[in-house]
C-alpha cells in the first residue's frame, strides 16, 4: 500500500465543524487562499482512519446538496489534499456515488471524447474538454483492500476531472493545455455536454 497519514489535528477541526449530515464549504478559484489549496498535489491518506467514513458523508452531502449539485467532488474541494474523490456511477444501475480512496489512473486510451465540463470550484464557468474515453484504475477500500477496474465513457471523464483535482490540476488548466494541442476528429457526432 501506498505510505499514507491520519488526518492531522487542522483537517480533523475542519471535518468536524458540522455532522455528517451538513455539506461542506467548496473552496473557490477566485479567492487566492483557496486556489493554493486546489493547486496543491495531493497526499495519500490511510484507508483505516476511522474519521474518513465522516469525510465521505460529509463530501457526499456537498455534491448532492440542492442547486450546486455535481457528479463529483475531490477532497481538495472541501479543503483537504488528500487523495480521495467520489463520483457518481452512470455506468452502474441506479447510478450511485462511490468513493475512491489513493486512486491512481494507470492507463489512459487515445481515443478521446469531447464534452463541455463545469466544476464545483469554478463558478458559472462551462467549456470544452478533451478525456479519454476508457481510463484504468487502482483504489482502495476503507479496510486497506487495493482494487482494480477499467471505467469507459462519462464515468471515465468524471474520474478524470476528479483525479486532476488530486493534482493540482483545475479544468480550465486542461483547456490552456488542450489549445497547444491539435486534435483530428473521429466522428461526425454532436459532443457530449455535461457538468462535473
Known amino acids: 500500500m501506498i505510505a499514507s497519514q491520519l488526518l492531522t489535528q487542522d483537517e480533523l477541526a475542519l471535518l468536524f465543524e458540522g455532522d455528517q449530515n451538513q455539506p461542506m464549504y467548496v473552496y473557490q478559484d477566485t479567492v487566492p487562499a483557496e486556489l ?3 493547486k496543491n498535489n495531493c497526499v495519500a491518506i490511510d ?3 476511522e474519521n474518513v467514513k465522516m469525510l465521505i458523508a460529509r463530501m457526499y452531502k456537498t455534491v448532492t446538496d ?23 456511477r452512470f455506468d452502474k444501475a441506479n447510478e450511485p456515488f462511490e468513493f475512491f ?8 486510451s487515445s481515443l478521446l471524447q469531447q464534452g463541455e465540463e463545469g466544476c464545483l470550484s469554478i463558478e458559472n464557468r462551462y467549456e470544452a474538454v478533451y478525456r479519454s474515453m476508457t481510463i484504468q484504475l487502482t483504489y482502495f ?3 486497506g483492500n487495493q482494487y ?6 462519462y464515468t471515465a471523464v468524471i ?3 476528479e483525479y486532476d483535482h488530486l493534482n493540482g490540476i483545475l479544468f480550465t488548466d486542461r483547456i490552456v493545455e488542450q489549445a497547444q494541442r491539435e486534435y483530428e476528429d473521429a466522428t ?9
Open 36 to 38: 493554493q489549496v486546489l
Open 47 to 49: 484507508p483505516r482512519d
Open 66 to 88: 440542492g442547486d450546486r449539485a455535481g457528479v463529483g467532488i475531490a477532497a481538495p474541494q472541501v479543503g483537504f489534499n488528500r487523495r480521495l474523490f467520489l463520483v457518481k
Open 101 to 108: 480512496l489513493n486512486p491512481q489512473i494507470i492507463w489512459y
Open 141 to 143: 477500500d476503507l479496510e
Open 148 to 153: 482494480q477496474e477499467v471505467v469507459e465513457g
Open 159 to 161: 474520474m478524470q476531472h
Open 188 to 196: 461526425i457526432e454532436t459532443p457530449l455536454v455535461y457538468e462535473v
